[in-house]
T-cell receptor, first 112, second 116 residues
Framework: DAKTTQPTSMDCAEGRAANLPCNHSTISGNEYVYWYRQIHSQGPQYIIHGLKNNETNEMASLIITEDRKSSTLILPHATLRDTAVYYCIVRARGGATNKLIFGTGTLLAVQP | GAGVSQSPSNKVTEKGKDVELRCDPISGHTALYWYRQSLGQGLEFLIYFQGNSAPDKSGLPSDRFSAERTGGSVSTLTIQRTQQEDSAVYLC??????????????FGPGTRLLVL
């Protein structure tokens, strides 16, 4: 699975959009971009995933560049409850083992 | 429906004792995963079960660790002769093999293990 690079931490004002970047320059054609987050003392929570098209759901939007070497997770109106570590993970689907390889993620601190 | 549940939520044990951690996956999910998260560390894959296939044990750190999944549902992770470095949060996840949620992993709250 391709390696990802994320900033260690970011701040965001409550009510503003949080834009979390992820670099995955060695991504392969069959690899998806997944985002999970982990709120303190909880298990990771799935947010969104995509292959090459931009995706949106009730939680967030995922913008993938045309060359697929980077992506941005957008939380449109961040709240204090969005404070968490956000993990960007790149992996193929349908493999023999569907394990997730978590990096260090980005600690997003939403400020009041 | 109900999410992934794990028990106990917290476990304190003495070095050298055996412990068993339990995971109840989401009903109907065929895949089950165990991860662990040590203090200040990232999540580390341990083992993966998929249906009736042989489990992928490639992440187990030593032969003191084992896991089983009975009846394709509940799973138990066993750590024998616990060591202090086994102290961590042990997380279980499950996923479906069909539909829009295919391969999206849903995590339980974890079991916090402290080995004294």
């Amino acid at each position: 699975d391709a390696k990802t690079t994320q900033p260690t931490s970011m701040d965001c004002a409550e009510g503003r959009a949080a834009n979390l970047p992820c670099n995955h320059s060695t991504i392969s054609g069959n690899e998806y971009v997944y985002w999970y987050r982990q709120i303190h003392s909880q298990g990771p929570q799935y947010i969104i995933h995509g292959l090459k098209n931009n995706e949106t759901n009730e939680m967030a939007s995922l913008i993938i560049t045309e060359d697929r070497k980077s992506s941005t997770l957008i939380l449109p109106h961040a709240t204090l409850r969005d404070t968490a570590v956000y993990y960007c993970i790149v992996r193929a689907r349908g493999g023999a083992t569907n394990k997730l390889i978590f990096g260090t993620g980005t600690l997003l601190a939403v400020q009041p | 429906g109900a999410g992934v549940s794990q028990s106990p939520s917290n476990k304190v044990t003495e070095k050298g004792k055996d412990v068993e951690l339990r995971c109840d996956p989401i009903s109907g999910h065929t895949a089950l995963y165990w991860y662990r998260q040590s203090l200040g560390q990232g999540l580390e894959f341990l083992i993966y079960f998929q249906g009736n296939s042989a489990p992928d044990k490639s992440g187990l750190p030593s032969d003191r660790f084992s896991a089983e999944r009975t009846g394709g549902s509940v799973s138990t992770l066993t750590i024998q002769r616990t060591q202090q470095e086994d102290s961590a949060v042990y997380l279980c996840a499950s996923s479906s093999d069909r539909g829009q949620s295919q391969e999206t992993q849903y995590f339980g709250p974890g079991t916090r293990l402290l080995v004294l």
